[in-house]
């Protein structure tokens, strides 16, 4: 009985498209980068690395080369997911409770925000910052307050979400890494209804390192594709989904 509830074409219909994409371009970069959040202009790069006294935030014109600026954490800051709005960087902390806000011009610290819970991921819709906190649910702030106004449940397909990691909005869409999964979800920001998958695991380098996984996705407005990369990856991907937003 539980058997044929589990296989009924109801659940079968539900499980989102496996997307197919095309790989575009690759770029070295340094293996020594505990990748949590990534974001592109089209020009410049801006990276977080995590960890306990080794969190940084830096700005790249070129990922493989030295970066043009880098700020330093406090020891008992560990660097989460960021993302550029407007003029300015947010990003996040894992147990701090606090989001850092930085001018993106010159990385020239602009204050703190404060939040209840943890901080893994984040991106933005252009009028909202989306974040994830390692549950199943994103929630919309205010880019000035950083007060929730709304949450989403991200749901579909038959599996219980959790672990959402770094986010990346493109297209109408939010992409996200899964925390020790090599799949990317892409999530219909209304709703929270996983609307396709991606899994990079044909990409992910054979590292031998448990928290080697996939996490950092970059939207490239230029392109029209998603640079993708992990912890410790040596190289960044620039992947073109197939029939998705
Ligand atoms: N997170 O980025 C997925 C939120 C956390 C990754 C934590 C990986 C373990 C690092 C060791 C932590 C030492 C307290
Ligand atoms: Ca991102």
């Known amino acids: 009985?539980?058997?044929?509830?589990?296989?009924?074409?109801?659940?079968l219909a539900e499980t989102p498209p496996s997307v197919p994409f095309s790989v575009l371009e690759e770029r070295q970069r340094p293996a020594d980068h505990f990748t949590q959040g990534l974001y592109f202009d089209g020009q410049r790069w801006w990276e977080s690395s995590g960890l306990y006294g080794r969190s940084w935030l830096a700005e790249y014109s070129d990922p493989g080369a030295s970066p043009l600026r880098r700020k330093w954490l406090a020891e008992n800051r560990f660097a989460e997911g960021l993302t550029v709005f407007g003029d300015r960087l947010y990003l996040l902390t894992w147990k701090a409770g606090e989001v850092q806000i930085y001018r993106a011009a010159d990385l020239s610290p602009l204050g703190l925000r404060r939040y209840a819970g943890e901080g893994w991921?984040?991106?933005?819709?252009?009028?909202?910052?989306?974040?994830?906190?390692?549950?199943?649910?994103?929630?919309?702030?205010d880019p000035e307050t950083f007060a929730v106004l709304r949450s989403v449940e991200v749901h579909g397909g038959g599996e219980s979400w959790k672990w959402l990691n770094e986010l990346e909005y493109a297209n109408g869409l939010i992409w996200a890494n899964i925390w020790q999964d090599s799949r990317l979800i892409a999530i219909d920001p209304k709703s929270g209804e996983v609307r396709g998958l991606i899994d990079l695991k044909q990409l992910t380098p054979s590292l031998h390192h448990p928290d080697a996984v996939a996490n950092g996705i970059a939207w490239d407005r230029v392109r029209n594709g998603l640079w993708v990369t992990g912890k410790y990856w040596p190289k960044l991907y620039l992947i073109r989904p197939h029939g998705l937003g």
Do not use: A, Q
Request: net charge neutral; glycine share 12%; hydrophobic share 45%.
């Open 121 to 141: 991921g984040l991106t933005s819709d252009g009028e909202h910052l989306i974040m994830s906190n390692g549950s199943g649910k994103l929630t919309f702030r």
């Open 1 to 11: 009985m539980l058997f044929l509830l589990l296989l009924s074409p109801l659940t």
